[in-house]
């Protein structure tokens, strides 16, 4: 039998219901235990056609990732009318998942992160602090009280320092990983946010942890 051939429009919705299940496979296996036939399954396509979309597990899951990010950036964009911006508490429950370790990161390993940074780096696409500083400034331009001087780079690397450190709790002493995780993001929030709005926000936080 002759492979199927798909129309345009078929391939991207098929691409799509694949992105869409990247997520809930990560979730369920991690990536190491995510093999291509699981995913395949999943979908309800044959390991061949898989191929036609991405060239290897890595590459699918880098695509599902940024698939991801962009339906969150999209959805941050339309929570507000146009022109208001939010409070930072609101921002910081945004991203709580993510600053809690309950977002699909918490599934992945230092070696995972290997792995699809070998992944995109092979398939060109670099992670630049003009890239990161564009993503930046798409979502602090819906918040108020941000410094006008942000060193993007600089905040993007606390971010990449709480993720790993979640991702490599077993490092630390495990009576101060939450100290030091609460270290770090305040330092990081201090970087993002002018004096008098951090200030306000972190008396905000204080509260909510005595709630």
Known sequence: ??????????????????????????????????????ITKKVGIGKSTFYNFFD??????????????????????NMLPPGKKMKAIELIEFFKPMLENKSV?????????RMLYESEKARGKNISLKRETMIADRILSHVEGVKED???????????????GYENSYLFHESEIKTMQNELKMRMLSLIFE???????????????KQ
């Open 105 to 113: 990161y918490k599934n992945f390993t230092a070696e995972d992160e």
């Open 150 to 164: 942000i060193n993007v780079g600089l905040v993007a690397n606390y971010i990449k320092l709480i993720v790993l």
């Open 195 to 209: 004096e008098e709005a951090f200030l306000e926000l972190k008396q905000q936080l204080a509260n909510k942890k």
């Open 1 to 38: 039998m002759p492979p199927r051939v798909f129309t345009s429009e078929e391939k991207d919705k098929l691409r799509l219901q694949m992105l869409e299940q990247a997520i809930p496979l990560i979730e369920e296996y991690g990536i190491k235990h995510m093999s291509v036939e699981k």
């Open 56 to 77: 290897s597990k890595e590459d699918y899951v880098s695509y599902a990732l940024e698939h991801n990010r962009i339906k969150m950036l999209d959805r941050l964009d």
